[in-house]
């Protein structure tokens, strides 16, 4: 199975910031990679799928990158509706999510 | 519109089999390139994919989970079922169903609001 990792776990960061989410696969998952935001109590919403396309309705503060074995989820300028937890999913062989990175207000 | 509604028992014994149910709207789980996948989030962790059906009843399992789990549609109320058996405390969590557009995407784009599962004796 193709594990997931993703780095930070826990990301401090105020409104206006930039940050930037990184994910990791075990092995080559091409761009088969999406990006989810939760908050709580309620489902994933996508935001992000292929690595790089954007969700339809989903602010354009909201880019994705990377291919292969390593992918980024960067927020250019954070809003206060962005602090919540966001999770990778690969979709290249079955399916798999990251252990989740937590944003909280700094 | 599209709408996923799961529903099923809130509360399990350990051993018995769970059956839930996504019941969806605004699309078709007969139509040429849509599925649907059930996700569950034990409380305070991480999701864990747990298996897809599509339209031509082509059906994927997680590989950990897959003797215990059967997921099946039933077209004419437009459903999609989960069964799993043995049920454990440790499979306590909130379960989603999700769309998915195969011609889109692989990744489920509307989600349930999910149904929290309880297994306890």
């Known amino acids: 199975d193709i594990q997931m990792t993703q780095s930070p776990s826990t990301l401090s960061a105020s409104v206006g910031d930039r940050v930037t989410i990184t994910c990791r696969a075990s092995?080559?998952?091409?761009?088969?990679l999406a990006w989810y935001q939760q908050k709580p109590g309620k489902a994933p919403k996508l935001l992000i799928y292929e690595a790089s396309n954007l969700e339809s309705g989903v602010p354009s503060r909201f880019s994705g990158s990377g291919s292969g074995t390593e992918f980024t989820l960067t927020i250019s300028s954070l809003q206060p509706d962005d602090f919540a937890t966001y999770y990778c999913q690969q979709c290249h062989s079955l399916y798999g999510f990251g252990p989740g990175t937590k944003l909280e207000i700094k | 519109q599209v709408t996923l509604r799961e529903s099923g028992p809130a509360l399990v014994k350990p051993t018995q089999t769970l059956t839930l149910t996504c019941t969806i709207s605004?699309?078709?789980?007969?139509?040429?390139?849509?599925?649907v996948s059930w996700i569950r989030q034990p409380p305070g962790k991480a999701l864990e994919w747990l298996a897809r059906i599509d339209w031509d009843d082509a059906k994927y399992y997680n590989t950990s989970l897959k003797t215990r789990l059967t997921i099946s549609k039933d077209t004419s109320k437009n459903q999609v079922v989960l069964t799993m058996t043995n049920m454990d405390p440790v499979d306590t969590a909130t379960y989603y169903c999700?769309?998915?557009?195969?011609?889109?995407?692989?990744?489920?784009?509307?989600w349930g609001q999910g149904t929290l599962v309880t297994v306890s004796s």
């Open positions: 605004g699309f078709s789980v007969n139509t040429a390139g849509m599925c």
């Open positions: 092995q080559s998952i091409s761009n088969w």
């Open positions: 999700g769309r998915i557009r195969a011609m889109v995407t692989t990744a489920p784009d509307y």
